[in-house]
């Protein structure tokens, strides 16, 4: 049985042993200075966020004025129903998107005020993402998938290898490195997806339905996953219509027309 | 990993549309080569035909060249030319028409007569002798060298008597055969396909005319400049000292001929190799920007991951660059074969000289073809480039869960 207790019971040290998924420390700037650390430092903070999408019947507002801080080492599940704004508030966490108001500061910078290449560089380094359909490459195997974000952020080759390989024994694929997404099983995909998302030893894991394509046994593999992941050091944000998955979080908040509920 | 392995890595993950893109790449590649073979073909060609006869200045009468007019007084004109300082040799080029006579039925043929020492640039004999250096005796048969289809046709071979009879412009064709003896065969530098040619002296060029010999005309007369001078000089000299006659170089032929009647093919080459490109621009742009349709979540993921805008817009540039690159590298090989296939069917033109080509290979055609194909690639990933990079992430992740 996996733990289920959140963030509180993991806070010392890393809780199995595998490849380091400690944050690594922001040596591009990424973050403003003294302001990336340990647990409970303050990773991301969007507060008042409006998300407004144009629409041809008119303008649809997703997002409504939500505010949400997540620190270094949080588990956090966000639930509630279909078209709520799960999505979209995930995706503006993980710089992929601007809000039509309201300021999101990573790491202490406001992402408003950065570039599209410094956001993507921002993702790359600090974000991981896992999708429900979990868009691996089909031409690349699972280590080339998994290699693939570090070639992105210049990790030598050899050492990106090395990394991967771990990473897909954390996940328990070491076996099935070579195979390609259509000779993996959903659950294995989803378990190389995570191993991708971890590859650049990112400050926030970003999940969007992550258990979405998933039997319910195959999906408690995937959720005892995120916990270790978790536990090793990784802030989790992931929004599930699953409220099995949602209670294993430290903190766990639903959504109701655009807004955050406690 | 770099773009050019994903890209590659993208085209071979799909054969079957990656053979596709390929196959049509390599086609319409083949059809754009074939057209830059042809924009220069006959111009290159016409130019290596007059180098070959070792002769670069040619001498005409009329103003309106090429429509030719003969050389009156060629003897006089000719002797003129050779003492100029600038001209190294001279050749007086005698053409008719005539009718000839062996064992089948009666064959017109070209009569050809060159002056002395031009024989070798005129033709090579392949069998028997060459037409002698003395004039012979009066009453001997003149002696002559005919094209080996023209031997094969009237069934003779050298040493066998030949009749045949002149056919003068304007007039009746009343004069009689006169006796020839053949003495070689020979396959002739200036020979036009459909036609044949019978070659003799001067001697017995006069007398096949007989009663229309009255008169010393060339068709053109050739001069070979001295190397130091130069064709250009050489020919200005001959003018200078025979205003009654025009002298071109083998490059003013060639770039009166550009002008002129071949500019035609390098106008349809232009417009052609426009419509080629165009088609190849939409092949590989259409496959592309399907793949990147079925691609757009995967495309958008890699972006949400952090790969930059000019990584995927990379990507598939290179993917294009591989489907243009290997069709562009079978292009070669079946636009060589087709144009040789199609070089012959234009060559059975009539009265076309045998030695001109339409197609011909020049080294720098290999460099046009493959930047025209590096541009074709550039345009056709244009397209699904601008589409991957101004994908909305957020919104193109959404759909994809959605649908």
Request: net charge neutral.
């Amino acid at each position: 049985m996996s733990d289920h207790s959140g963030t509180s019971a993991r806070v010392n040290g890393r809780a199995s042993a595998g490849p380091d998924l400690t944050p690594r420390a922001d040596r591009e700037g990424t973050a403003a200075p003294g302001r990336a650390g340990g647990r409970g430092a303050c990773i991301v903070e969007a507060s008042n966020l409006t998300r407004v999408f144009p629409m041809p019947s008119g303008p649809v507002a997703a997002l409504r004025g939500a505010s949400i801080r997540i620190a270094a080492g949080e588990y956090v599940a966000i639930t509630g129903p279909s078209g709520c704004g799960k999505s979209t508030l995930l995706h503006l966490l993980g710089c992929v998107d601007v809000p039509t108001s309201g300021s999101v500061r990573f790491e202490g910078r406001d992402v408003a005020g950065l570039s599209e290449s410094e956001r993507a560089r921002l993702r790359l380094m600090r974000v991981g993402f896992v999708f429900q359909r979990f868009f691996l490459l089909p031409m690349l195997d699972a280590r080339e998938n998994v290699e693939l974000p570090q070639a992105e952020a210049g990790v030598p080759p050899a050492e990106r290898r090395r990394r991967a390989d771990e990473l897909l024994a954390y996940v328990g694929l070491a076996e099935r490195a070579r195979h390609r997404p259509a000779q993996l099983s959903g659950g294995e995909m989803q378990r190389v997806a995570i191993a991708r998302a971890l590859a650049n030893r990112p400050a926030l894991l970003l999940a969007d339905e992550p258990t979405g394509e998933l039997d319910e046994e195959t999906g408690e593999q995937i959720a005892a996953l995120f916990d270790r992941v978790n536990a090793d050091g990784t802030a989790i944000v992931l929004v599930t219509h699953n409220l099995q998955l949602a209670a294993r979080a430290g903190r766990r908040l639903a959504m109701r027309g655009g807004r955050l509920e406690p | 990993m770099t773009a050019r392995t994903l890209a590659w890595r993208a085209m071979t993950a799909d054969p079957a549309r990656a053979t596709l893109a390929v196959a049509g790449v390599a086609i319409i590649g083949a059809l754009l080569f074939d057209m830059l073979l042809l924009s220069r073909g006959l111009l290159v060609s016409l130019r290596q035909m007059l180098d070959s006869a070792g002769y670069d200045v040619r001498i005409v009468a009329s103003e309106g060249f090429p429509i030719r007019l003969p050389v009156d007084h060629a003897s006089a004109v000719a002797a003129d030319v050779a003492r100029l300082p600038e001209v190294r040799a001279v050749a007086v080029v005698r053409t008719d028409r005539a009718i000839l006579f062996g064992r089948g039925d009666p064959i017109e043929a070209t009569l050809l007569t060159v002056s002395r020492g031009a024989e070798a640039q005129a033709w090579r004999l392949v069998d028997g002798e060459n037409l002698p250096a003395d004039a012979g005796s009066p009453d001997r048969p003149p002696p002559a060298v005919i094209d080996r289809a023209l031997a094969e046709a009237l069934g003779l071979r050298p040493g066998a008597p030949l009749w045949l009879r002149a056919l003068l412009q304007g007039e009746a064709s009343a004069l009689p055969a006169v006796r020839f003896r053949l003495v070689g065969i020979a396959e002739f530098a200036t020979a036009e396909s459909g036609d044949h040619t019978v070659a003799t002296t001067l001697d017995g060029y006069r007398r096949a005319r007989t009663a229309g010999a009255s008169d010393d005309a060339a068709d053109v007369i050739l001069a070979a400049s001295r190397p130091e001078v130069g064709a250009a000089r050489a020919a200005a000299a001959i003018e200078r000292a025979r205003p009654d006659v025009r002298a071109f170089s083998n490059d003013q032929v060639v770039a009166r001929f550009n002008e002129n009647g071949f500019a035609y093919f390098r106008q349809i080459s232009v417009v052609l190799s426009s419509v080629t490109m165009g088609f190849a621009v939409l092949l590989v742009a259409t496959l592309l920007t399907v793949s990147v349709n079925q691609r757009l979540g995967e495309v958008a993921a890699l972006r949400a991951l952090g790969l930059p805008r000019r990584r995927v817009a990379a990507m598939l540039a290179w993917e294009s660059a591989c489907v243009v690159g290997l069709g562009g590298a079978l292009s070669i090989p079946l636009g060589w074969a087709l144009a040789v296939r199609l070089d012959h069917i234009l060559r059975q033109i009539p009265n076309l000289p045998e030695r001109l080509h339409f197609f011909v290979f020049e080294p720098e055609l290999a460099a046009w073809h493959a930047a025209l194909l590096g541009l074709t690639a550039a345009a056709a990933a244009a397209y699904p480039v601008w589409i991957a990079a101004r994908l909305p992430i957020a919104e193109t992740l959404r759909q994809e869960t959605i649908s």
